[in-house]
Every structure is written in structure tokens, then in C-alpha cells.
């Protein structure tokens, strides 16, 4: 009887199934998904749907006021395509204004660090030109959700129990959404956002208005968006508000509706690298997705077949090579059309054969160590913190969240669906969270802090400028397998997010874990090299393990010189994934936050 069921245990079972999955970082937007493939919809509706529909669900993680970078892999047309909704920085974003306004670094809060709300006109496209359904058919869970009530996660409410006395005191718009009946919300609570509900029912009545073409109603629908109502309303709210960010100052906006008038998302060809059988496929140096390209180029010069993904040799490896390419990501990526990135380079043989050498077997390093490509890059002044990593304080700043252990959560959402058609996305949506800036009243949703990730210093690639998009953390991936689309995945959480898919990836690949193994298998994060958002610290040598990690390995670990923080049993990531070979559609889910879900027929 031992033989029945060999498998190892999950904390869920991998889905599979023929018809499609969904699985994303909310139960309710998976159900959703699931529902747009079940009437018709193909992987690129039951996406947008998704995607609105975490918008509500998930505020403290996404809002309509952020930015995604979306992989598609399209069968009719035969190619996977990156759509790029990360919306640049406003024309008055410049330097001098910045440093005008005393600052050093653009706040982590706050309307000084919003760039144009990307998500919006990148559903727009995605539906347009990939989906088959209307808007409504894809809008109206969302609406439904935000008027009638959905149950609030404990995340959510502890992000406003941890920005109350920010949204009494400053952002008294935020207060009159997040703060019913003047107190914070209590998980489980059936929470609404009428004003955000009237806001998407408003864009869909005038997208009908245009008539009964599909894509006439889309267009309509963008218009409304970024030149009509949403726009003059984003105007007057950053030309009239003196907001305080985490500066300690009030400070008036740079966004207006002419900068939203004139930004599309736009489609572009991912960056790509060979491992073996895989070709995996990330957004371009406008992200940070190359440096998992980077990571897997580096480490193709170990034998990681038959290592324990658990054990010291092979998290020892996979951070060493991390911190290579982290430290290219900061000296080297930044917007390719502002600035020439020397990318084939970072990806080459060549040069990852001689950064592999800097790697010790035997010992740890302690030191920041970017590369050297002649003309390019520019010089990284540390900020090293003192003590653990700062958390959402309560001025809402960064992007990692508050676990209820005072741990560093990741944040963000994501999804990945595969229909049966084999059409495939994987998407990442993030910024505009509750915690990044005041309620815009008119609307119900606040704007986003990316800009955030932007130096205030010429020299840099990532400088910031007017239209030039912020180096984005957010990094979905997608991969094929001997040539054919294979796997969709992806996890929240900031600079560790492909820490953390390329984990999950070489597990897959290496230990032969299948989707649900790969995702529940002990995790760990580095915070060697510096952090993306406001303040920039880094914290030299830390490694950050699960207390799952075995304290066998954790003692190999400190021996060879690596500074071992230990977290929760289950604090690590929030991983999605689903795969497609041959009729077979699987799927799987993170069972850390208690939120993710994974469904599939």
C-alpha cells in the first residue's frame, strides 16, 4: 500500500487539468480567471479580469494607480511578447526640481514619486489586441467586488492598522476609504471602495457610449482614462495638494494630464537566455528580470544536478551568484531608450566565466563587487543599515509589507494563467498600493511611488529624467522547453522577487520538484547589496533563511562567513506558477499568507 501515493507532501496538490489554470496571489481573483475562461474568454481575458479584480482585493499590494510589466506568449501569433505598462516619470520630473525641493533621493511616499499609472492602458492593449471579450465581461467582478464587499485579508489590515495615524493625521482622504466608521478594519471584514467601484461602472458606461464595437468600447474606455475624467481629476489633485511623504515635508505633485495623454504601453521582444533545455524570458534592463538571466548564466558553470536545494552547497552558490548580479543590476540597468545598456555583455560566456571566478566555494564575501564594462555604468555609494531591515514604517515607504512576526513580507501581486488554446501570460501588477500616497477622493484609488526607484544623480543610467521609466523591480517570467512555451511564473516581493523565482526555477530544473514541491520547498533571500526603494540600505552578507532551512545547513553556512538571519517557517515568497506539455495545463499556489490559489479543470 506504501506505493500508492509516492509522492512527497504539498501543503496543496499540484492542479492539472486539460480545459486551462489560473493561479494568482488572491483566492478570489484565481476564481475569477477561472470564471472568464469557463464563459468563452481566452488566457489574455481571464488576465485582465484577474488582474482588475486583484485591484480591489489585494489594495495594499496593487492599485489602479501602478505599473506591470505583462509576458505573453500568443499561439496565433507564434511569439512571446513582453508588454511593457511601466509608465515613465512626468515632464516635470526633473533633477533640478527635485534637489529644489531639498531633497537628496526621491521620496518613497508621497506625489513627488508618482510616475504615470501604467496598469490601466495596459489592460487596454492586452485586451484589445490579444482578448476576445468586452470590457464588461471582464470589468464587472471588479465593480461588483468594490461595491458590494469582499473579505479583507489580514494584510490588508494590518497595513492600515500601520498607516492609521499617517491617514488621521495627513492623508485624511485615505482615512475617509481605509478607516469605515472611523477605526480600523477588522480582518474578514466585508471592506468596500464604492467611489472606486462608481469609477470603473463611469469608464465602462462611457465606453459603451461609443457604440457596440469591441474595440471602439476599448478605446473609448482609454480616453476616459488618460484624457478624460480619471486624468483631470489625477491634474487637479497633484497641482492642489501639499502632501507629506517620508521626506518629513508636504510636497506638491509633477504628474499631470498631459503626461498621461501622451504615454502608451508599448510591445517589445523579451530578453532571453539558453540554460540547458530552457529559454527563459524576462522583461529588458528597464526591470530588474535580467539579472535572473544573469544569476542562471553564472551559475551554468556549477553541477547543481543532485544537490540538496536545501542544503549549504547549493544556497551557498546561488547567493554568490546573486550578489554578482544584483551589483551589475545597480552600477549597470536603467531605461535602454535613454541610455545604452551593455546587456549582451553582462550576459555573455565571456564575461559571467571571469565574475564566476570571484566566487569562493569555501567563503562568503562581504563586499560589493560590480563588474567592469568599459563606458558604461556608473559608481554605487553604499548605504549600509544597521540592524534588521525597516519594514513599512508609518510613512508607508518602500514596498515590502509587515509580517505579523515584524518579519519583511513580500509584496505586490501576481498571476499566471494557460487556456487551452495554449495562449500563456504571466503578469505582475504592483504600485498604487493604500500605503504609497493620499486617496485621490474623486476616484478612490491613490497613485503610485515607483519613481522612487529613480538617482538623483546625472551620471547614472537609472537617473531620473522627464519620460524615462524607473528601473522596476517587477519581473515576471515565462520559459520554453526543447523550443515550445513551457511554464509561466513569478512571485511579489520587491528586489527578492528573482531571488526567488530563480530559486524556484533551478529546484524545478535540478531536484526535478514539480510546481507545487518547487514552491513549498524552504526559501531564502539575500540583502547584500542595496535595496530598490527609499532609502537604498544594504546589508552586507545577510542571508535571510526560513527557520525550515535545516540548522545543518545554516551552521555550514555561518562558517563560511555568510550573516545568518532566520525568519518564520513559512515567510518566504508568494510564488505562483503553471505549466503547459502537451494537453497538460498544471498549476500551483504559495500557502504563505493563506492567500494564493491555484484552480484548473
Known amino acids: 500500500m506504501s506505493n500508492i501515493n509516492p509522492d512527497p507532501f504539498t501543503t496543496r496538490p499540484e492542479i492539472e487539468g486539460t480545459f486551462g489554470v489560473v493561479t494568482s496571489t488572491h483566492w478570489i481573483a484565481t476564481a475569477v480567471g477561472m470564471a472568464t475562461l469557463e464563459k468563452g474568454g481566452n488566457a489574455f481575458d481571464a488576465g485582465v479580469a484577474t488582474a482588475f479584480t486583484l485591484q480591489v482585493v489585494e489594495p495594499h499590494l496593487n492599485g489602479p494607480g501602478g505599473d506591470v510589466p505583462v509576458i505573453v506568449h500568443d499561439v496565433k501569433r507564434g511569439r512571446t511578447e513582453v508588454i511593457c ?359 478612490g484609488f491613490c497613485l503610485g511611488s515607483r519613481a522612487q526607484m529613480f538617482w538623483l544623480d546625472e551620471n547614472h543610467p537609472a537617473a531620473l529624467a522627464p519620460g524615462k521609466r524607473p528601473r522596476t523591480t517587477l519581473s515576471p517570467t515565462m520559459c520554453l522547453r526543447d523550443g515550445e512555451p513551457y511554464m509561466a511564473w513569478g512571485s511579489p516581493g520587491g528586489d527578492q522577487q528573482d531571488q526567488w523565482t530563480t530559486q524556484f526555477f533551478l529546484r524545478h530544473v535540478h531536484a526535478n520538484m514539480n510546481l507545487q514541491e518547487a514552491i513549498d520547498a524552504p526559501a531564502w533571500h539575500s540583502e547584500h547589496f542595496p535595496i530598490s526603494f527609499w532609502p537604498r540600505t544594504s546589508r552586507p552578507g545577510v542571508l535571510v533563511v526560513e527557520d525550515r532551512v535545516p540548522k545543518a545547513t545554516v551552521d555550514v553556512l555561518k562558517s563560511r562567513d555568510h550573516v545568518v538571519e532566520t525568519g518564520p517557517a513559512w515567510s518566504e515568497g508568494r510564488l505562483t506558477a503553471a505549466s503547459k506539455l502537451g494537453r497538460r495545463r498544471r498549476a500551483a499556489a504559495n500557502p504563505r499568507g493563506m492567500q494564493g490559489y491555484a484552480a484548473g479543470r
Not at 111 to 132: H, I, K, N, Q
Not at 138 to 155: C, F, K, Q, T
Not at 309 to 333: C, M, Q, S
Open 85 to 443: 505598462g511601466q509608465g515613465p516619470a512626468p515632464a516635470g520630473a526633473t533633477i533640478a526640481h527635485y534637489r529644489s525641493e531639498g531633497l537628496e533621493m526621491v521620496p518613497g511616499t508621497g506625489l513627488l514619486a508618482a510616475c504615470v499609472p501604467g496598469t490601466f492602458e495596459s489592460w487596454m492593449l492586452l485586451l484589445r489586441d490579444y482578448g476576445t471579450l468586452r470590457l464588461r465581461d471582464v470589468l464587472e467582478p471588479a465593480i461588483a467586488y468594490a461595491r458590494d464587499g469582499y473579505p479583507l485579508v489580514e494584510r490588508a489590515a494590518a497595513t492600515i492598522q500601520t498607516v492609521e495615524k499617517m491617514f488621521r493625521t495627513h492623508w485624511k482622504t485615505s482615512a475617509a476609504v481605509y478607516l469605515p466608521n472611523n477605526e480600523v478594519p477588522k480582518p474578514g471584514t466585508l471592506f468596500t471602495n464604492k467611489t472606486l467601484s462608481e469609477t470603473y461602472a463611469r469608464i465602462l458606461k462611457e465606453a459603451e457610449s461609443a457604440g457596440s464595437d469591441r474595440v471602439a468600447q476599448i478605446e473609448a474606455a482609454r480616453r476616459a482614462w488618460s484624457k478624460g475624467f480619471v486624468a483631470e481629476a489625477i491634474d487637479r489633485f497633484c497641482r492642489t495638494q501639499d502632501i507629506m511623504d517620508v521626506s518629513g515635508s508636504p510636497h506638491r505633485g509633477v504628474l499631470r494630464a498631459d503626461d498621461m495623454a501622451r504615454w502608451q504601453a508599448t510591445v517589445e521582444a523579451p530578453l532571453t537566455y539558453d540554460y540547458g533545455r530552457y529559454t527563459v524570458c524576462k522583461p529588458g534592463v528597464w526591470s530588474q528580470g535580467p539579472v535572473m538571466l544573469q544569476q542562471l548564466a553564472l551559475l551554468k558553470g556549477f553541477e547543481l544536478d543532485g544537490l540538496d536545494p536545501a542544503g549549504p552547497e547549493f544556497i551557498h552558490l546561488w547567493t554568490e551568484a546573486a550578489k554578482l548580479a544584483f551589483a551589475d543590476r545597480e552600477k549597470f540597468y536603467g531605461d535602454p531608450d535613454f541610455s545604452e545598456i551593455p546587456i549582451a555583455t553582462l550576459l555573455s560566456d565571456a564575461y559571467n566565466d571571469e565574475r564566476r571566478k570571484l566566487i569562493s566555494k569555501d567563503s562568503a564575501s562581504l563586499d560589493f563587487v560590480p563588474g567592469s564594462v568599459e563606458g558604461f555604468g556608473s559608481v554605487v555609494k553604499l548605504r549600509r543599515q544597521e540592524g534588521q531591515r525597516e519594514a513599512v514604517g508609518a510613512m508607508g515607504a518602500g514596498e515590502p509589507t509587515v509580517g505579523r512576526f515584524g518579519e519583511v513580507r513580500g509584496d505586490t501581486v501576481h498571476f499566471d494563467i494557460i487556456d487551452q488554446a495554449g495562449n500563456m501570460i504571466s503578469a505582475t501588477p504592483s504600485g498604487g498600493w493604500l500605503q504609497s500616497s493620499p486617496v485621490i477622493p474623486e476616484l
